[in-house]
């Protein structure tokens, strides 16, 4: 079974631009996770989407959105972006939605974006 | 409400030697408590969970965790350590309510010396 793949894996933008990454779930989850991980903050929620709905959302503004296609892959949009957007863009997915009978997290590789 | 602490940024062993990674948490209710491992350049891979079953949990590649109630803690232990082991850990705990959420701790990288 494939695992969870993001595209694309490096991303070089400029401060003021905007971005769109991609991630596919395995075959068969129906919830996708998104977190962005920097050395000072560390791993952050961002939002998961269930069944195509935003379920839940972390502390980011609203330049960080996403959706979620009904064939459950996902894509996760920043706009006007910032030097402090630089870091590792990571998706997870999962059978159920989290913490529904504790589906365990399957993370992909990652994004890593870095905003100059 | 919930939070999760690892008490140590960075730990070093050697190769063979036994490891223990250090994580206390605070959970108003029976918590969801995780342990994921991540490679340089690598998403992160579940190591194992505790959901009140049993309070040692048993991971891949060696790796168990017990679960203290009266210590609050949840540490991840393994008998002998190999240089593939080297790479950062984090402690996990779910966040009850509504929106149900994992807390992540701050990661432990974990140094392998030959």
């Known amino acids: 079974k494939a695992g969870v793949t993001q595209t694309p894996r490096y991303l070089i933008k400029t401060r003021g631009q905007q971005v769109t990454l991609s991630c596919s779930p395995i075959s068969g989850h129906r919830s996708v996770s998104w977190y962005q991980q920097t050395p000072g903050q560390g791993l952050q929620f961002l939002f998961e989407y269930f069944s195509e709905t935003q379920r839940n959302k972390g502390n980011f503004p609203g330049r960080f959105s996403g959706r979620q296609f009904s064939n459950s892959r996902s894509e996760m949009n920043v706009s006007t972006l910032e030097l402090g957007d630089s870091a590792l863009y990571l998706c997870?997915?999962?059978?159920?939605?989290?913490?529904?009978?504790?589906?365990?997290?399957?993370f992909g590789n990652g994004t890593r974006l870095t905003v100059t | 409400a919930q939070s999760v602490t690892q008490l140590d940024s960075h730990v070093s062993v050697s190769e063979g030697t036994p490891v223990l990674l250090r994580c206390n948490y605070s959970s108003s209710y029976s918590p969801s408590l995780f342990w994921y491992v991540q490679h340089p350049n690598k998403g992160l891979q579940l190591l194992l969970k505790y959901t009140s079953a049993a309070t040692l949990v048993k991971g891949i590649n060696g790796f168990e965790a017990e679960f203290k109630k009266s210590e609050t803690s949840f540490h991840l232990t393994k008998p002998s350590a190999h240089m593939s082991d080297a790479a950062e850990y984090f402690c996990v705990v779910g966040r009850e309510g509504n929106n149900y959420q994992l807390i992540w701790g701050a990661g432990t990288k974990l140094i392998i010396k030959p």
């Open positions: 997870a997915s999962s059978l159920g939605r989290t913490g529904v009978g504790n589906s365990p997290l399957h």
